[in-house]
């Protein structure tokens, strides 16, 4: 699926950029290897719909000022710390010749025989994984089956993905991703309970520590000599 965005050059800079937003618009700037930065700003409603369909991960057909479209990836999207709201972006121009480095994020399907007819925990290492390929073989998400997951013992691993022609991932590919853990025993649930409540016994007050430790205060007996005097 293709993507496009619409941007325009950008003089208020600094401090200023925050007349940007005021216009319905997100400060940004584009960059590149070779290619001089530019300052630019993108319709904040039709950057947050790209961002819901695209994520970080998918070539972006950006135009800037009516020019050819070139190839972009969203690199970095700052938002305010309360509204969540995006407030600065940043874009990768890519040359479609140069390989990339860059997240995709991990999509799990399926359904593990070891969650549902065993009663096990799903644990996955990663949301997301690093690859390097060229701008054309990046994929927008990597499938992950959980259907292989049909016993405890089994365990879905970096080499076992199904990746795209041409995607590498620099992991060790026995690195697991996703596994399901065995629901606990009812005797290690006890042992969990017993632990539980030798910890609350081993508990102290702070004046039981000083007790114990030799620091309890004691009367100034200088003091009660002087009185007592």
Do not use: W
């Amino acid at each position: 699926m293709s993507y496009t965005l619409a941007a325009q050059s950008r003089t208020a800079l600094g401090r200023q950029a925050k007349q940007v937003m005021a216009t319905g618009n997100i400060p940004a700037i584009m960059y590149g290897h070779g290619i001089e930065s530019k300052a630019i700003q993108v319709n904040a409603s039709d950057f947050r719909k790209l961002l819901r369909n695209a994520g970080t991960s998918s070539l972006v057909d950006v135009t800037l000022d009516g020019a050819a479209p070139v190839k972009v990836l969203l690199k970095e999207v700052q938002v305010h710390p309360i509204t969540m709201a995006p407030v600065h972006v940043d874009f990768q121009q890519i040359r479609m010749n140069e390989e990339l480095t860059t997240e995709v994020p991990l999509k799990f399907v399926g359904e593990s025989k070891a969650v549902k007819e065993l009663a096990g925990t799903l644990v996955h290492s990663f949301d997301a994984l690093t690859v390097t390929c060229l701008p054309a073989d990046l994929p927008h998400e990597i499938v992950v089956d959980l259907s292989m997951l049909t016993t405890f013992d089994k365990a879905i691993t970096i080499a076992s993905l199904n990746l795209p022609k041409g995607v590498k991932i620099e992991e060790n590919p026995d690195v697991t991703v996703a596994t399901v853990v065995a629901p606990l025993t009812d005797e290690q649930l006890k042992k969990l309970e017993e632990m539980s409540a030798a910890d609350v016994s081993t508990i102290k007050t702070e004046a039981e520590i000083k007790k114990a430790e030799g620091e309890v205060d004691k009367p100034d007996e200088s003091a009660a000599k002087k009185v007592a005097g």
